[in-house]
């Protein structure tokens, strides 16, 4: 089965920093990944996703990730953090039609 | 295009009463998931939907629970009798089920709460 590890619940950068958020998955087949961001009070919509064409993805917003098959990765990264980059973030994998959700993580952005 | 519509957007009832939330799927899209997010268990899926058919439904947490999809563009989350432990956010996302990735698209959720 596959699943997805979120390490850091909470990350806290400041403003026009770098911003790296990491995803760590486990699959018995080459994955689907994918990052999701949930802005307050509102669903999930879909930042950028990994189908094997490209190991760097580039998604909205500025972000991107990179697939790393040898460290089992695919973390999530913005070279300069906006105020509006402040939400949650999840990474999910697809098996068998359904994707499974990381734990999330609240990404802060201080002034 | 509308994207995912659910409704109520908020919903507040008793302990015991039936609940019903509603989705309308994109247009065209033929999958349809219903999720529920907590902050104990995070984002789980209940139920899915192929062509208006439930494939996968290990995810419903007991017999209060049941959903329907009884065409395209209708999908409804029964909860009777409610319980407080029921409070969450549901969502409601749909997919194009035609190629490997199967993006979903979610909608904004129903926010229910239980007294």
């Known amino acids: 089965a596959q699943s997805v590890t979120q390490l850091g619940s909470h990350v806290s950068v400041s403003e026009g920093a770098l911003v790296l958020l990491r995803c760590n998955y486990s699959s018995s087949v080459p994955p689907y990944l994918f990052w999701y961001v949930q802005y307050p009070n509102q669903g999930l919509q879909l930042l950028l996703k990994y189908t094997s064409a490209a190991t760097l993805v580039k998604g909205i917003n500025g972000f991107e990730a990179e697939f790393k098959k040898s460290e089992t990765s695919f973390h999530l990264t913005k070279p300069s953090a906006h105020m509006s980059d402040a939400a949650e973030y999840f990474c999910?994998?697809?098996?068998?039609?359904?994707?499974?959700f990381g734990t999330g993580t609240r990404l802060t952005i201080i002034p | 295009d509308a994207g995912v519509i659910q409704s109520p957007r908020h919903e507040v009832t008793e302990m015991g009463q039936e609940v019903t939330l509603r989705c309308k799927p994109i247009s065209g899209h033929n999958s349809l998931f219903w999720y529920r997010q907590t902050m104990m268990r995070g984002l789980e899926l209940l139920i899915y939907?192929?062509?208006?058919?439930?494939?996968?439904d290990s995810g419903m947490p007991e017999d209060r629970f049941s959903a329907k999809m009884p065409n395209a563009s209708f999908s409804t989350l029964k909860i009777q009798p409610s319980e407080p432990r029921d409070s969450a956010v549901y969502f409601c996302?749909?997919?194009?089920?035609?190629?490997?990735?199967?993006?979903?698209?979610f909608g904004p959720g129903t926010r229910l709460t239980v007294l």
């Open positions: 996302a749909s997919s194009l089920r035609r190629d490997s990735y199967n993006e979903q698209f």
């Open positions: 999910a994998v697809r098996g068998n039609e359904k994707l499974t």
């Open positions: 939907f192929n062509n208006n058919v439930p494939i996968d």
